[in-house]
């Protein structure tokens, strides 16, 4: 994902706009920042890009899926249904909500697969986080009509697929929330940073106060807000919002870029016995900041990805061995294992979590 091969004259002058003013933060400090809101400009840039009601940028992608969470009242005694094929972040927020990660099976996609999650919903189910991997997307409507019939809410991972859609409606809005993360290897990069965007006002404004110790950001001075709840610090500073802004413009570039190499690579590979490129239901909409394809075996899977890498062809993973996106080496998940007690600890749930059978 490469924003940061793209930094520029752009970047800098958003971010000499903030230093000229000195003020790093998003709140407040009106008169001092000369104008300059980066925090909302960035907000008001996705909200238009990506045609959704509300976006809230905040410090992190991992920070915006605990806030997802929060704003969908997850909490102790609840379970989560998400991928195993995802980042460590999913449960591991998930966890720290007092939840409990029910992991369910990826179809072709390499997505959540909507009969498997259907299966698996339970009256403790209140979400189901389905993770659009690798830059294209889920059975998105699919999943979206599993979790209307079963009243349970959805909330979309968009960290790696940002600008893809599912016939024209962008990815991470179809569900109650979606979030976005803009780290420093994602499709567009601010250092650190991270949203959550919503069609749904009460959604937002949860989100809106969770990221900032719950202050409801009413009046002109923070030290008379009111709380409705509590909150963490989950703000972004003006100076990541401000690469953010310069970022968002060059998406459409990027996106054309990928697109353009991976049409290259794909003609390239389609003749290649063996290969079988991952199901898009979409795509049209498929973000192409991966191509991912399908070998018969784990051997020539492995061994297709050494032989690449060893030929200098960078970038090239074979997911099953990779520890940050796929199961197989949780352990400190797996077992639950926390510097401190966990909700799901004091609930004595047996996770079930160490015997996970995910074939697919
Ligand atoms: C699928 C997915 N979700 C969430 C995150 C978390 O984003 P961040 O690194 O901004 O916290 C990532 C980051 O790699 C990710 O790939």
Known sequence: MPGFELIGEEERKEVMDVLDTGVFMRYGFDAARKGHWKARQLEEALQERLNVRYAHVCS???????SALAASGVGAGDEVILPPFTFVADPEAVLLAGALPVFVDIDDTLCLDPQAVEQAITPRTKAVLVVHMCGSMARIDELVEVCRRHEVTLIEDNAQALGGTFHGKSLG????????SFDYVKTITCGEGGAVITDDPRVYEIVDAFT?????????????DEHEHIGANFRISELNAA???????????????????????????ADLPHVRFRAAPDPEGD???????????????????????AARVDGCFYWYDNNWHYHRKWDHIKQLRSPGLLAVHKAGWLSGLTDLNMPR
């Open 243 to 269: 690469v953010g802004v310069a970022q968002l413009r060059k998406l459409d570039r990027i996106l054309e870029i990928q697109r353009n190499n991976q049409r290259f690579f794909i003609e390239g590979l």
């Open 212 to 224: 900032d110790h719950g202050h409801d950001h009413r009046g002109k001075d923070r030290g008379a």
């Open 287 to 309: 973000s192409a900041t991966f191509l991912t394809f399908f070998l018969p075996s784990e051997e020539e899977a492995r061994e297709a990805a050494r032989k690449l890498a």
């Open 60 to 66: 992190s992608g991992t920070a915006a899926v605990s």
């Open 173 to 180: 809005t179809f569900g109650e929330a979606g979030i976005l």
